[in-house]
Nanobody, 118 residues
């Protein structure tokens, strides 16, 4: 049974930092972070391959966020720096057995809220 569990969300002022974690079990796959702001669609934030050697970022977070994983701990992380109010959203982790244009994010966590105040 696949389980993805996010943690580390919270409230922070603009310019601050947060580190999200996603603990995974039952699957060894490429992993990603998505986010969904109120009234908006869920969008891609960042991804990392199963080996951890390749990453991808949305232009809106590149240079501010860093995705990583520790397979020994079955965990993926998202270090978020220089946070902006527009980063406010529910953040979800997801898993895919494929990487690239054919990736299918079939497995999802329950989400963790990130709120950035100005």
């Amino acid at each position: 049974q696949v389980q993805l569990v996010e943690s580390g969300g919270g409230s922070v002022q603009a310019g601050g930092s947060l580190r999200l974690a996603c603990a995974y079990s039952g699957v060894f796959a490429h992993m990603a972070w998505f986010r969904q702001a109120p009234g908006k669609e869920r969008v891609f934030v960042a991804a990392v391959t199963s080996s951890g050697d390749t990453t991808d970022y949305s232009p809106s977070v590149k240079g501010r966020f860093t995705v990583s994983r520790d397979n020994a701990k079955d965990s993926m992380y998202l270090q978020m720096n220089s946070l902006k109010p527009e980063d406010t959203a529910v953040y979800y982790c997801a898993a895919s057995l494929r990487w690239g244009p054919t990736s299918e994010w079939n497995y999802w966590g329950q989400g963790t809220q990130v709120t950035v105040s100005s």
